[in-house]
């Protein structure tokens, strides 16, 4: 793994942290830009708290490569999962954001309803890991889970877990960190706007015409604005190719 | 475009990232002080991260002035479409503050509650790109798209656009600050006390009243604070002259 | 006035403006420590920036006493009024904070349902500018406002006033600036409370009782840890004498 | 008591002002490590300000150990009656947080709807000081108050306090912080669920299969984040032993 891949995996957790997406908990990660059958994420540790030296390199399966002593994620197979059911992803936020909770335990659909919103796509399902696990403490400890939970994902960018919180899949670092903090807003949004009354949501051809538009620049915008409040350096370069359009 | 002029631009830019009324996203320009026929405004970055070399000036069908390599908001023609049919009208805000989008799609009409909010006057049209472009992006990214909008905005302060934020139109930058950050209270204000019962708006003749007798002073007073807490340097001299009374 | 008195009424402003009470707007006084009939009062500016040299006195009439130059607020007649009718106060705020906006527009009564915020009584009366004065811009610019003002206050601690914020008056600094911060927590609370269902309010005999057993050592603990927050020394000499038991 | 310990409280103090979760009032306590029959507390402090030399020894019955002119809570009899009645507790905290006092003076039970949140546990009484002791200030003052609200907790881990807060009491100082945070937490996720629609809670069998498999690894990592927040030192080493399971 390169210097410049881990140095923006360390931002994007520090940005995570500093927008309020992730606290002690939640996670990002990285396909491994040489090697597409592994994937970067911290050992267990708080996003704010994160440094280089923290970053570990997975197999799809959760095996730790060289971990050197250091403690993973009881969670990664979140992330392996996604990857592996996923060419297209190149990056996966695991995220607890307090506004996402509330419409994964009730029956209002989350869905966007500004335009900065959209890359949530037009449908958001609710994984509950009881529906085939039973009774458990709701953690994604096994391969079997990870894979259930990226078999309701599908080829979406966004699933919420119920009673946990969600996963957020995109084709760059930039865009999952973006679409995780836009996510959040949403729900605000929709919660409020619930509390008024019927809400005109965007229409299925704006979100499709927001997701064949949009350039990276948006995103790098969000990021160098990002970097500045999380007291990171803003490296022009992003780190991946080409945009998700679903 | 003299100095101040340029410093004030920036610190506006500041004080609206510092009160939360934009994000990565939202800009405000003002006319050119000495060309009516231009407006000037940031490169496209967050408003967190702007400094004075990157203030742009633009022909008012959106055309840059000397762009030198510099990249310009996709969306300016909001603010040229405003300029154009608003000879009084020497400062736009454009902004995504978050209490106001559920008031952008819900049937509740945004009106003034509390004495301070009321340079929104006493009624907010609320603009749907849909309507004439059916849809889009909702990004208003042609000078045709902006024409429109300006037309909805009429000769008020404060339009409210569907699914997107807001403009606010006034004659001078301190005010559109004031008007932007105190329409984001009210918004907030007003959600909450729906949520207690029948409210009390200002009657149309105390928001006469308050129209009438403000004086530059109220936009001093919060200047000087907003500076403060934006970690800019107040200048005691305001940049342009009479206030708007409509 | 003495060195002691001006800079516990600086550090009362920045409190307030530290624990968002104030924003650009509302003031905080004292009634002369050495002479009844003047109270002392900053120079219209925003509490957050003022400093000892802001710190005028005025007649109970509102007449500024050795202005030297300096502008004073519009609505100093709050202040003036209530010390005329009221001999035992000797501190007011006068606020705008957010939480208590929806509680003077609504028919919801403000009323006390934690501990801290009983200070505010049973019952907190609105006053309506618009009830004796018409459709104004809703300041208080007058000392006939004033007295007004004053006479729906009557002998209690707060009222709210209609669109546009309160007056908290108490015996010390201390409790006032104590006041209108719990004032503002127990609306937020209510607010709260009243999306799940009826709210079990304090009985009278509580607020009673927590009134007559509360010593000055409450204000003490909590206006040290305010100084701390708004980066302000803290004095353990409490300005005033006696608590307020009404 | 220890330099480790006592560090530990004041740690523990710092980070529940920093969260939020205690302002100018509100305590946290530590059995003495050494001697089961007494419990540590800091002085009458705000939590923010409190240093080593603040913290005091207490008997079970609330008389202070070597006061040396300190003076203590009067509530501290909540610690101590709690003590006393759960030998397995090592750690109390007595919270104001805002997003419970709602559910202590309304009919909507507070429920875990989130895993982070299950160490409340499946059922949370409230204990209302005037059903025994009728009309009071509703502070806990004497032994016999704090043996009735220790009474009302039962062996649970935490108890809602009507029109005043909770007590929160655990194995070790990190559970009870921890516990205290993330009820917050669900407090105000089900304050906004709740009007979003009927709500799915955890199930028994969730909460006892996360409170049978957690691990003091996730009290570590949480602590050390909280510290960071904090701006104290952290710690790796944790104070006390064996986690509870109730």
Redesign the interface.
């Known amino acids: 793994m390169d210097a410049h891949a881990l140095a923006e995996l360390v931002t994007a957790n520090r940005i995570l942290a500093r927008e309020g997406i992730v ?3 939640g996670h990002v990660s990285i396909r491994h830009p040489g090697q597409a059958d592994r994937y970067c994420l911290s050992r ?3 996003p ?2 994160i440094e280089g030296a923290d970053i570990m390199e997975f197999a799809l399966d959760g095996t730790p490569i060289g971990p050197r002593g250091r ?1 993973p994620y009881a969670e990664r197979y979140i992330h392996g999962a996604i990857y592996e059911a996923r060419p297209d992803v190149r990056a996966v936020v695991h995220t ?1 954001s ?2 996402i ?3 994964g ?4 659909p989350l869905r966007p ?4 919103c959209a890359s949530m796509g037009t449908e958001v399902p609710i994984w509950d890991s ?1 529906t085939a696990f ?6 994604v400890t096994s391969a079997a889970m990870g894979r259930d939970l990226a078999a309701a994902l599908g080829q979406r960018p966004v699933a919420l877990m ?3 919180g969600a996963v957020v899949a995109g084709a760059s670092l930039r865009e999952v960190v973006f679409n995780a903090i836009y996510l959040e ?1 949403n729900a ?2 929709q ?13 299925d ?2 979100v ?3 997701l ?3 350039s990276s ?1 948006t995103f790098e ?2 990021w ?3 970097c ?2 999380a007291g990171q350096p803003y490296d022009e370069r992003p780190m991946e190719g080409p945009l998700s359009k679903c």
């Open positions: 606290d002690a908990f267990a540790r708080a704010e708290c403690k607890h307090p506004g909770i509330p419409f335990v009730t029956a209002v309803l500004m335009h900065m009881r039973g009774d458990t403490n709701l953690l119920r009673g946990h807003l605000n949004l919660q409020r706007a619930a509390t008024l009354g019927e809400i005109r949501f965007l229409s051809g704006e499709r015409a927001i064949a538009t949009r620049f915008r969000a160098e604005y990002w500045q409040r």
